[in-house]
């Protein structure tokens, strides 16, 4: 047992008293025994100055083999008696104050330390006890898997079966407490047999799962009721499940929540009932993810990129994405496309697809057309090239047919760049 600070000054109390009184009744037992050993010694304990009990000391006396037998009987009796008072008194002195301390049955042993009652964490601790607390060294980091409790679970070893990583489930501990505590068949069979009513198919479970293992906390009939209301705003069974797939936190959130987000895309793009339902089927991300991308977009493409609010809703609802892209890369192409490459905004809008290239993309074939002298984007000229063919066709194609060229030829050209 670990002894604290204010306990050690009371153990080391109990061990001297306890080694004073053995060492108090041993000295009694020889003196009943005479005290004297053979070949001539007396053994007598020694007291140190702390009443602790020291080694055995051992006192030799001399005899003489010439002296008779009486001489050496009363020499003996002379030294014995002469030993006795020189020696006796100590221990006598000792004899007469342990007179007053109680028998070493009553006395406290080391096992009776555990018996005091524990210390307060709200007693004061004065500064020379806090010098002899010793810190325990701290524990090591413990490591979780979920993998050292698939033997011993059935819910993880069947949802293993299903596809799900626990690899990735096992970063996020309030998920790892949630699998171990559930229950396969009362837990979990009824939510699985849920998403497969709904059109999740049994290899995409997994993916799922992984993804959305909250799922497995929410009430089934919250589920269906969430379900039942995207029924209502005409969204498809299939819609609905492609919506899923798709947005995997989508059943997580209330009907308030969902009722909010439709309406917020449908007022703030003026778009009619058909085409926010559309949106939604192809980006059903926005009515789980945060909304201040969206508001930040809108306000660049209309302020800083000067579309009209007609081309905005034009190109949104050919390329949902637009409303949750990257700001930075938004303004990068459409200062390129439009500033360098000088294509108007109605030309931009007619192919907003181009918002989804890569910028580096767009310099190079640009830069190889204008190499070629073929880099020519106006519609009422002849040999236009338009933004679609520009960015949307694998290379073989585009120096095939657009640039005319081979693709060995476009490839040491990129390499002078």
């Known amino acids: 047992m670990a002894l604290s600070a204010q306990q050690i000054p009371r153990w080391f109390n109990s061990v001297k008293l306890s080694s004073f009184i053995t060492a108090t009744q041993l000295g009694k037992q020889f003196q009943r025994r005479g005290k004297t050993l053979s070949h001539g010694f007396s053994a007598q304990p020694q007291m140190s100055s702390d009443n602790c009990f020291l080694p055995w000391g051992f006192k030799t006396y001399r005899t003489s083999s010439s002296w008779n037998s009486s001489q050496s009987t009363n020499s003996s009796r002379q030294e014995i008696s002469s030993a006795q008072s ?243 890369k938004l303004t990068e192409i459409f200062d390129y496309v439009h500033n360098v490459m000088s294509i108007p905004h109605h030309l931009i809008v007619r192919f907003p697809q181009v918002f989804n290239t890569r910028l580096f993309k767009i310099k190079e074939r640009h830069l190889f057309l204008t190499y070629l002298g073929r880099a020519q984007y106006d519609p009422t000229k002849l040999n236009y090239i338009s933004l679609d063919k520009l960015v949307s066709v694998p290379d073989e194609i585009f120096c095939e047919e657009i640039a005319k060229a081979s693709v060995q030829d476009f490839e040491k050209f990129l390499k002078t760049l």
């Open 86 to 328: 020189a020696l006796l008194p100590s221990v006598n002195e000792q004899t007469q104050k342990t007179q007053k301390i109680p028998s070493f049955d009553s006395e406290l042993s080391l096992e009776a330390l555990d018996d005091l009652p524990p210390l307060s964490p709200l007693q004061p601790v004065s500064e020379e006890e806090a010098i002899q607390i010793i810190a325990d060294p701290p524990l090591p980091p413990d490591t979780f898997t979920l993998r050292d409790y698939v033997d011993h679970s059935e819910t993880l070893q069947k949802l293993v079966l299903l596809g799900v990583d626990l690899s990735k489930i096992e970063k996020h501990p309030d998920a790892a407490n949630l699998l171990l505590r559930l229950d396969f068949e009362k837990d979990i069979k009824q939510i699985l047999v849920f998403l497969k009513d709904l059109g999740i198919e049994d290899n995409q479970l997994g993916t799922y799962l992984t993804k959305n293992y909250a799922i497995f906390s929410e009430d089934l009939e919250n589920l269906k009721t969430r379900v039942a209301y995207l029924q209502s705003k005409n969204f498809s069974k299939a819609h609905i499940a492609q919506m899923v797939r798709n947005a995997p936190f989508l059943l997580s959130f209330s009907v308030e929540r969902l009722d909010n987000r439709l309406g917020f895309f449908q007022k703030e793009l003026e778009l009619s009932v058909k085409k926010t339902r559309d949106l939604i089927v192809r980006l059903p991300r926005l009515l789980t993810g945060s909304l201040e991308p969206v508001k930040e977009n809108m306000k660049v493409y209309r302020l800083e990129l000067g579309f009209k609010h007609n081309e905005i809703q034009h190109m949104i609802t050919q390329v949902p994405k637009m409303l949750t892209a990257n700001k930075r």
